[in-house]
Each structure stands twice: as C-alpha cells, then as structure tokens.
C-alpha cells in the first residue's frame, strides 16, 4: 500500500531557530501534498496545500512567510518552520495524494523552547 | 463551507460493548466520507470510506453508511476491544478553488476501552 515517511518525529528546537520538517511518499508519486497542524486534543487544522512544482495554496490566517513550503518533486515536500516560537509548538502532519485517497505521515512533535 | 460535526469524547466503553460515535456534515454536492483512526503519538490512519449515498464502508469490524437524506456518516462496532482505544476523527472530501480535493476534519472523539 502507499507509504508516506515523515520525519523527524520529534524535534526540540530553540526560539528564533528554523526547523524543516520532510513528507516522502515511498511509493507513489504525490501530486498534492498537505500539510496540517494538531492542537492537543483537537482537530487537525489544514494549513496548506501544495502540488509538485508551483507554489503552496495556504489557508486562511496561516502565514506563509513563517511556514515554507516546498514541494519540489512527486515524492518530496517540506514544512521550515522559521524563527520558531514556543507558541508553534504543535504536531504536525502531512498527507500525500495522487488524485485519489489520502496516506498521512505519521507526525511531528515539535517543541519550541 | 464543508463542516463536520461529530460527538464529543472521551467515550468510555467495556471490552465488548457496542460503539457508536456519531457523524454528520455539511457539504456541497456529493463528497466523499472518511474514518480515520489516530493512536497515540502516531498520524491518520484510514479506517474505512465510502464514496456514494447508501454507500457502506467497514474495515476491522467497524462499519458507517453514507446516508444522504441525514447527512450522516455514524461509526459503529458491535464488540469492541482494548486495542480499539484511540481517536477516531470523520472527514469529507471537498474541491479545493484551485482544484484537487481536500479532507475537512471532524474535532475527533477519543474511545477508551477497558477490561
């Protein structure tokens, strides 16, 4: 079945620091990839959407200049979390599709300390 | 907009008993509905779908009919067991402006069973 990597699972990281998260679908080529953000006990909040060679589709009140997207090839895309502040603390997940269905990475534990 | 409702948790249940975690949704034409399980400290996984009304999707025991006339799509599991302990969230997929699909997400009910 499809399989989507994300990693790393865990990252701590300082204030004002970048931290890059990375979303590869093993065996499949992703022509949409998505990014989302999980509050504790919450719902996952999509934050942006990208497709393979064109800039990242963001969601209302997602800033773009602090949450970079790249999604430069089929099976590759990234989320930089820049200067990170402990308010970004949060787990992340991406999503993976090739026009049909959805594999998720299993996350991203970030902390900002 | 696409929204989806589902009940609140935590939901506690005894080993075997019968679960039912209830969905509904707001949508423009005909989405696609989605149950995703989420353990703990992992991402989504998908559970079951289904793609058309009076559609049934069922994986591992679980079941939900894509009822149009309600706007529903419940969960259900006749017996459920220990290992079910997770957080199950209900989706629909929308179209996106720029084309493409995007799932829009319950808030998620988390099932806790004991022995």
């Known amino acids: 079945g499809a399989v989507v990597s994300q990693h790393p699972s865990r990252v701590i990281c300082k204030s004002g620091t970048s931290v890059k998260i990375e979303c590869r679908s093993l065996?499949?080529?992703?022509?949409?990839m998505f990014w989302y953000r999980q509050f504790p006990k919450q719902s996952l909040m999509l934050m942006a959407t990208?497709?393979?060679?064109?800039?990242?589709?963001?969601e209302q009140g997602v800033e773009k200049d602090k949450f970079l997207i790249n999604h430069a090839s089929l099976t590759l895309s990234t989320l930089t979390v820049t200067s990170a502040h402990p308010e970004d603390s949060s787990f992340y997940i991406c999503?993976?599709?090739?026009?049909?269905?959805?594999?998720f990475g299993s996350g991203t534990r970030l902390t900002v300390v | 907009g696409n929204s989806v409702t589902q009940m609140e948790g935590p939901v506690t249940l005894s080993e075997e008993a019968f679960l039912t975690i209830n969905c509904t949704y707001t949508?423009?034409?005909?989405?696609?509905l989605f149950w995703y399980v989420q353990y703990p400290g992992e991402g989504l996984q998908l559970l079951l779908k289904?793609?058309?009304?009076?559609d049934k999707g069922s994986n591992k025991g679980f079941e939900a009919t894509y009822r149009k006339e309600t706007t529903s799509f419940h969960l259900e599991k006749g017996s459920v067991q220990v290992s079910d302990s997770a957080v199950y969230f209900c989706?629909?997929?929308?179209?996106?402006?720029?084309?493409?699909?995007?799932?829009?997400f319950g808030t998620g009910t988390q099932l806790k069973v004991e022995l």
């Open positions: 999503s993976a599709s090739a026009g049909v269905g959805y594999t």
């Open positions: 065996d499949f080529q992703a022509t949409t």
């Open positions: 990208s497709n393979e060679g064109s800039k990242a589709t963001y």
């Open positions: 949508a423009t034409g005909y989405p696609s």
């Open positions: 289904a793609t058309k009304a009076d």
């Open positions: 989706a629909l997929s929308g179209r996106l402006t720029g084309g493409g699909n995007k799932l829009t």
